[in-house]
């Protein structure tokens, strides 16, 4: 199983085309398939990229939970689909970014590309910097998440 990792500044061309960083395209190539599927996050302004692979096996994780003949389910199962498109890394390592999409999360032409596991953050460079964490923000959220986990697994030993 291939993991993302890193991330990477870029620059979309005036026709959206952006150059896939190194890493990512190796990453890709190593899983055999070069497409991806990009969609815009559900909770933050940024468009995620998933490996074709990928987005089959969430795909599959949706079909077991969505009823078709339910008006709510299929409600959802639209909406999630919304501003989603498939993407083809060209023999030059770009991406075409639909412009509709950039636009969406307010990108103009400067992007970073985050590696997050088993998928790709695209956000536009300002924002991404804006919506650091600090180092303390950061440790308390991790002492949060993390060490509540680890207490709660030492006390069950």
Same mark, same amino acid.
């Given at each position: 199983m291939s993991?993302?990792?890193?991330d990477?500044?870029g %620059? @979309? $061309?005036? %026709?959206?085309r952006?150059? &896939?960083p190194? @890493?990512?395209?190796?990453? &890709?190539?190593?899983?055999?398939?070069?497409?991806?599927?990009?969609?815009?996050?559900?909770?933050?302004?940024?468009?995620? &990229?998933y490996? =074709?692979?990928?987005?089959?096996?969430?795909?599959?994780? &949706?079909?077991?939970?969505?009823?078709? =003949?339910? #008006?709510?389910?299929t409600?959802?199962?639209?909406?999630?689909?919304?501003?989603?498109?498939?993407?083809q890394?060209?023999n030059? !390592? #770009?991406i075409?970014l639909?412009?509709?999409?950039?636009?969406?999360?307010?990108?103009?032409?400067?992007?970073?590309f985050?590696?997050?596991d088993?998928?790709? *953050?695209?956000?536009? !460079? $300002?924002? =991404?910097? !804006?919506?650091?964490?600090s180092?303390?923000?950061? @440790?308390?959220?991790? *002492?949060?998440?993390?060490? !509540?986990n680890? #207490?709660?697994?030492?006390?069950? #030993?």
């Amino acid at each position: 199983m291939s993991t993302f990792i890193g991330d990477f500044n870029g %620059k @979309a $061309d005036a %026709k959206g085309r952006i150059v &896939l960083p190194v @890493a990512f395209k190796h990453e &890709l190539e190593n899983m055999g398939d070069m497409r991806l599927i990009v969609k815009k996050d559900l909770f933050e302004p940024c468009l995620l &990229l998933y490996p =074709y692979n990928e987005w089959e096996r969430i795909m599959d994780d &949706l079909r077991t939970k969505i009823n078709s =003949y339910d #008006r709510e389910h299929t409600r959802f199962l639209r909406e999630y689909q919304r501003n989603t498109a498939e993407l083809q890394v060209d023999n030059f !390592s #770009r991406i075409l970014l639909p412009r509709r999409l950039l636009q969406i999360i307010g990108a103009d032409k400067q992007l970073t590309f985050l590696g997050v596991d088993k998928h790709i *953050e695209v956000w536009d !460079s $300002d924002t =991404y910097d !804006s919506q650091a964490m600090s180092a303390e923000d950061l @440790a308390l959220l991790a *002492e949060k998440i993390l060490g !509540s986990n680890s #207490r709660q697994n030492n006390e069950t #030993r």
